[in-house]
């Protein structure tokens, strides 16, 4: 028999449809999207709105996996169908909220946000959602009376609590917020402090020959910027050990050579109580004037200047002042969106005469270099930098560093050396509100946004004072 007289192949038999109740259907959705299997969850959505396209309860599901996967304008527009649709309860209206406040668009925020505390007022996550919106607003007493609405309504809400401590903090009401900054590890999907353990946490009281650990937790400029509260705990318990990264270990090792660092939790033997290194600031008792500041208190590598010295010298053309930047930090930071931007927007700094720009970025956005074309020399330091201590020794020959909220600023103001930090219109807590100055940093000079996300205006009046500085 020809191929063109073969008779067809035996059709597999088909699939039986079973019926699911809808209730059930969506539960098993939920279980997939807050178990992280978007893909799977996509799936079985789509098959509800290829037979319901109108589904106020499928597409907001949609737009929630959309949000899970980092696409706030595709989960805005699928939400918005759905409210069309008649999906106006509480929730979806709250959720369409906090996509709104990441996108920006925080007038249409608000408006959403107290429609759900109306179609629910016993819902604490109303209020909670009310209160991130009016910190981004920098609406700082009224982000404090929402978080205290939730807090009402839902005593154990950590993210609510979480959100009062920063509201506090940056309006340096700091005695209360510290104490609320404590259930900052309490939020769901925080990574924890350290392995579970049945030592309690150190009230500030001498321990005298007892071993108290310190954890050097958070991001690595957390880790700078308290470190220096850790010889006031030695005053009080000498016999101290701090767990820390492999990165951090050598600056913290020249900053505390008479201090154990392990990076190994097996390796922690017993201790009486223990601390993270952000939570000494409680035990300290610290105000705004009241701030431990033996600045500089990090120094770069002695042995590491004079060859980094030389490096630049050869890459550096003479006679330019050299002005390090970063514009991108750690994109898993839960403020990224606001505090990164991309190179383009330093371009007004490229503009200014007499100077060499030093990139000491890291990381993926260094890809952006590529398409520099600013007057000013772009010279790509940051691919060089092995270690933070390379990246020391480099601020050290520095004549400006200029940087977004990142580590680097943290290493430069520890340093004492000339730093511009660019900050969020709504910053984080600790540069305080309305001020160009800080208090951790005496060497550091902050630019603040007007309104959110207005690199446009900010970069030129940082480039408006770097021409000025350099001229002096």
């Known amino acids: 028999m020809s ?40 799936r079985l959505i789509g098959h509800v709105l290829s037979a319901y396209p109108n589904s106020a309860d499928a597409l907001h599901v949609k737009g929630l996996i959309a949000a899970k996967r980092k696409r706030p304008a595709e989960a805005a527009a699928l939400m918005e169908k759905g409210v069309a649709a008649g999906g106006r309860r509480a929730g979806q209206l709250r959720n369409l909220s906090e996509i709104y406040r990441l996108l920006g668009r925080l007038d249409e925020g608000l408006a959403l946000a107290r429609q759900a505390i109306a179609a629910d007022p016993a819902d604490a996550a109303g209020p909670f959602n009310l209160a991130m919106l009016h910190y981004d607003r920098m609406e700082i007493d009224a982000c404090i009376r929402a978080a205290r609405h939730a807090l009402q309504l839902k005593k154990n809400l950590p993210a609510a609590h979480m959100k009062l401590a920063q509201a506090l903090l940056l309006k340096g009401e700091l005695a209360e917020g510290w104490d609320e900054y404590e259930w900052r590890y309490q939020i769901p999907g925080a990574q924890p402090l350290m392995p579970a353990t049945d030592r309690p946490q150190w009230d500030g009281t001498p321990l005298g020959d007892k071993r108290l650990l310190l954890v050097a937790d958070q991001g690595y400029g957390d880790v700078v910027m308290f470190a220096r509260y850790v010889p006031w705990a030695l005053e009080r318990c000498p016999n101290t050990v701090i767990a820390c990264s492999n990165e951090m270990m050598p600056v913290l090792r020249r900053l505390l050579p ?18 993270p290194l952000s939570g000494l600031p409680r035990r300290h008792g610290t105000r705004p004037d009241s701030i431990p500041a033996p600045i500089p208190y990090l120094h770069a590598d002695p042995e590491r200047v004079p060859a980094w010295r030389n490096r630049l010298d050869a890459q550096v053309p003479p006679r330019l002042k050299r002005i390090g930047i970063a514009w991108a930090g750690r994109p898993s930071h839960n403020n990224d969106h606001n505090r990164t931007t991309d190179l383009a927007a330093f371009a007004p700094l490229g503009e200014v005469p007499g100077i060499a720009l030093l990139s000491l970025q890291k990381g993926d956005a260094t890809s952006q270099i590529a398409g520099w074309h600013g007057p000013a020399p772009l010279i ?17 020959q520095l004549d400006l560093t200029v940087v977004v909220d990142t580590a680097i600023g943290h290493f430069a103001g520890a340093m004492n050396k000339p730093v511009w930090v660019v900050v969020p219109f709504a910053p984080d807590w600790r540069w305080l509100a309305d001020r160009a100055d800080t208090p951790w940093y005496p060497s550091m000079r902050l630019f603040r946004h007007p309104a959110p996300r207005r690199w446009d205006v900010v970069m030129p009046a940082v480039a408006a004072e770097l021409r000025r500085h350099v001229s002096i």
Do not use: H, K
């Open 3 to 42: 191929a063109a007289t073969a008779l067809p192949a035996p059709s597999a038999p088909a699939a039986p449809q079973v019926s699911i109740p809808a209730a059930e259907l969506f539960e098993i959705v939920t279980e997939n999207v807050e178990a992280g299997r978007l893909d799977r969850a996509d």
């Open 380 to 396: 790509d330091i940051g691919r060089q930098l092995e270690t933070f201590e390379d990246t020391m020794a480099v601020i050290d």
């Open 258 to 275: 008479q201090v154990t660092l392990l990076t190994n939790w097996a390796d922690i033997g017993p201790y009486e109580a223990y601390c």
